[in-house]
């Protein structure tokens, strides 16, 4: 009969012998430190200097601090390992290559909605969000975002950013999208960037938008224009408000309204999906100027307090 320390060693001798070892990536070659990110598979090794992360993060020099044996000096000749387990490798690779004066946009291309969400999720860990600032808003401003899934990532990634450039996926969030947004949080990655109050404060961003909307169709209605195209406007106004009650315009997507709304003054073949400061077409009398000029006012709106510039 074994007694208990035979039977630990019996489980470890029976354990399957341990992965080889990963090729080490260079940041940076000189490095005096490895870092280990991720687990299993997926763990990448990263060879980096100390002191480069230390000077930007004391989340960094913390970590590093502590895991130094007492009388050992980092030295690019056996550099150390730092295991990651939590951290994500591409993210983490990104931030290194950042911090270390070696990332370059042209080599590596637009990210990902996934893997922007992810650096700034890491960067935000280890304090370091202000950093990455300038390259935020570059990521941001070609990120693909095709879909909402995408765009909420977009903005979870955007924090407290302003430039207009990300602008036109900010107002899709809220112009192309129906149904509950609380459907998302099904997705690991958003269900830690959103709490509930974000996801009530989408739909409030939604419904705002669609009644601003609903407004601008009744003030089409009693619009007192004196221009050629005021008759033909008038009917088409008409037929909008008819067709566009409270009840149906919280139905559809509100880009759909938008682009109805823009075809009382100009032809639907023309129009397409609204776009900010759009020029009007020449010949565009006065009223269909000025829905233009209240479309413009309502985007910037909404698109300020979604990017928590305006207090809520």
Request: charge should be negative; aromatic fraction near 6%.
């Amino acid at each position: 009969m074994m007694d208990a320390a035979d039977e630990v060693v019996e489980q470890v001798d029976t354990k399957d012998p341990p992965p080889a070892t990963s090729a080490v990536e260079d940041i940076v070659p000189t490095g005096d430190v490895i870092l280990v990110v991720g687990s299993g598979e997926d763990m990448v090794k990263l060879r980096a200097h100390s002191v480069c992360l230390k000077l930007a993060s004391d989340g960094f020099e913390g970590m590093f601090d502590s895991s130094v044996p007492e009388g050992q000096v980092e030295s690019c000749e056996s550099p150390r390992e730092v295991a990651f387990p939590a951290d994500t490798p591409n993210a983490m690779r990104i931030i290194c290559q950042i911090l270390h004066h070696q990332y370059s946009s042209e080599d590596r291309g637009p990210l990902s909605a996934d893997d922007l969400l992810s650096v700034a999720l890491h960067a935000d860990r280890y304090t370091i969000s202000w950093i990455l600032v300038p390259y935020m808003k570059a990521w941001l401003s070609t990120c693909a975002t095709p879909t909402t899934t995408c765009r909420l990532k977009c903005l979870a990634a955007a924090s407290d950013l302003k430039s207009k450039d990300i602008w036109p996926w900010v107002f899709d969030i809220v112009a192309r999208c129906t149904g509950s947004y609380s459907r998302y949080l099904q997705c690991d990655t958003l269900r830690a960037a959103f709490s509930t109050e974000d996801i009530y404060r989408l739909e409030e961003m939604r419904t705002e938008l669609r009644m601003s909307l609903l407004d601008l169709i009744n003030k089409q209605f009693d619009a007192k224009c004196e221009c050629r195209a005021s008759v033909p406007a008038k009917q088409r106004s008409a037929q909008l408000r008819k067709q566009y009650t409270a009840a149906k315009v919280l139905q559809v997507p509100a880009i759909k309204v938008i682009e109805k709304l823009m075809a009382v003054y100009v032809s639907s073949a023309e129009v397409g999906a609204y776009k900010y400061r759009k020029k009007p077409s020449p010949g565009t009398c006065r009223c269909g100027c000025d829905l233009l000029s209240s479309l413009d006012q309502l985007y910037e709106r909404i698109c300020d307090k979604l990017l928590g510039k305006e207090e809520k």
